[in-house]
């Protein structure tokens, strides 16, 4: 019998063969869905190891009496503690006058400061004339000056707003003044031989490429102005972070100073992450480095 008169008896006796698909089934979305969230989940709890890790040993030094707790509430109480003061309104009132200043002053400044970086880092002239003025200002601490400003300005709100600008002018207009200054020679020249106009010269070359010293500066400048502000509040405000904190401790309702502290954190990594998608957004042309 014959190879081909042979396969009619193999598909009796095995059966009929499946057809078969040169595709797989694709998966379903819910399932890739739920996978890209477990990755992110196992991604995020690696990175915060460390910092569940402190929050457990806080919560459990006190209640084990390895701390006193008087001094050093659990996590638990601090959190509960700033529940009521959310639940009373005093929470919003602090975090809207804190918000308020640090952002009048933060944006204040930058717009102001890095304009006059920029001039100073482009025109020689100009940064020799300015340079010993702004040595002198920048080795100044802002927090030395705090008594000044109130003298001046009062213990209102343009004292306060006053005191983030000029913590915020130094680092802006440093690394403003040295990102303008470090732009590559050979783009400037490529760019002039091409018969770029100065503004041209100074929008597509220059700026592009200070941009990342640039944020820097800003990054620098948004922890300045939050740690100045908080002392400020502390010496003469009715609300406030700085104002919650200090009262706090003299009342010494030590969960609420704790909630106050962890309050200026988050704030703190809340403008850092803004400040770093707006640097994404900024320089998509950059790159990304990779490992």
């Not at 998966?27 to 995020?44: E, K, M, Q, T, Y």
């Not at 802006?172 to 106009?197: C, E, F, H, W, Y």
Request: overall charge positive; glycine content about 6%; some cysteine.
């Amino acid at each position: 019998m014959s190879s081909l008169e042979m396969l009619p008896l193999l598909e009796v006796a095995h059966g009929p063969r499946e057809p078969r698909t040169s595709v797989e089934s694709p998966a379903s979305p819910v399932v890739d869905r739920i996978h890209a969230a477990a990755r992110g989940l196992a991604a995020f709890g690696h990175r915060s190891l460390l910092l569940i890790a402190l929050f457990a040993a806080w919560e459990a030094a006190p209640r084990l009496g390895l701390i006193d707790a008087v001094f050093l509430p659990p996590f638990s109480e601090v959190i509960a503690a700033g529940w009521q003061l959310a639940q009373t309104g005093e929470l919003y009132d602090d975090v809207s006058a804190s918000l308020l200043r640090a952002l009048s002053g933060f944006l204040i400044s930058v717009a102001l400061i890095v304009p006059l970086g920029a001039a100073v880092g482009w025109y020689t002239r100009l940064g020799d004339l300015v340079n010993q003025f702004i040595e002198i200002c920048r080795n100044t601490a802002p927090l030395a000056l705090l008594p000044v400003f109130i003298l001046l300005l009062g213990i209102g709100e343009l004292s306060k707003i006053t005191m983030v600008i000029y913590s915020c002018a130094w680092p802006l207009l440093l690394n403003t003044v040295a990102a303008v200054k470090q732009v590559d020679p050979l783009l400037i020249k490529s760019a002039r031989t091409m018969g770029a106009t100065p503004q041209q010269l100074f929008r597509k070359v220059i700026v592009p490429a200070a941009l990342p010293t640039i944020f820097v500066g800003i990054r620098l400048a948004s922890a300045s102005a939050m740690l100045v502000l908080v002392a400020s509040e502390m010496v003469g405000a009715k609300a406030g972070l700085g104002y919650l904190i200090i009262n706090s401790q003299y009342s010494f309702l030590i969960p609420q100073m704790y909630f106050g502290i962890l309050g200026i954190t988050v704030i703190g990594l809340a403008f850092n992450a803004i400040l770093e998608a707006l640097e994404r957004r900024f320089m998509r042309w950059k790159a990304p480095v990779t490992a």
